[in-house]
Nanobody, 127 residues
Framework: QLQLVESGGGLVQPGGSLRLSCAAS????????IGWFRQAPGKEREGVSR????????VYADSVKGRFTISRDNAKNTVYLQMNSLKPEDTAVYYC????????????????????WGQGTQVTVSS
C-alpha cells in the first residue's frame, strides 16, 4: 500500500516561494502518477498539478500556471511542487495523491481518479 507524506508547508509573504515534498513509502513511486490538490477553508478541493509516472508529462491548473512547477525524483521516491510568486489566494492545505491505474491522465484534476492520499500540509500566504 502506497503511503504518501507531504512536507514543506508554512507561512510565507506574498511573492515568496515554498517547495512542497511528497514522500512515498510502501511502494515504488515510479508506478504512480501523482497529483497535487489543495483545499482552502470553506472551498472545495481543487486540482493544482499532475505529473505522469515517468515525469515526462505535466499539467497545471490555470491559476498556478507559470508560477508552480511539479517534478519528481523516482530514485528518492519523492515528488516536488515548487511554488513561486505566491499569492494570498494560494493559501490552503495542500495534498498529494497517487494514481496507479493511469485514470488521471485524461482527468488530471478529478480526485476520484486517485486512490492514495497524504495527510496534507498547510500553506499560508500572508503579510
Amino acid at each position: 500500500q502506497l503511503q504518501l507524506v507531504e512536507s514543506g508547508g508554512g507561512l510565507v509573504q506574498p511573492g515568496g516561494s515554498l517547495r512542497l515534498s511528497c514522500a512515498a513509502s510502501g511502494f515504488t513511486l515510479d508506478a504512480y502518477a501523482i497529483g497535487w490538490f489543495r483545499q482552502a477553508p470553506g472551498k472545495e478541493r481543487e486540482g493544482v498539478s499532475r505529473i505522469s509516472s515517468s515525469g515526462f508529462r505535466t499539467v497545471y491548473a490555470d491559476s498556478v500556471k507559470g508560477r508552480f512547477t511539479i517534478s519528481r525524483d523516482n530514485a528518492k521516491n519523492t515528488v516536488y511542487l515548487q511554488m513561486n510568486s505566491l499569492k494570498p489566494e494560494d493559501t490552503a492545505v495542500y495534498y498529494c495523491a497517487g494514481d496507479p491505474l493511469g485514470g488521471s491522465r485524461l482527468y488530471p484534476f478529478n480526485d476520484m481518479k486517485y486512490s492514495n492520499w497524504g495527510q496534507g500540509t498547510q500553506v499560508t500566504v500572508s503579510s
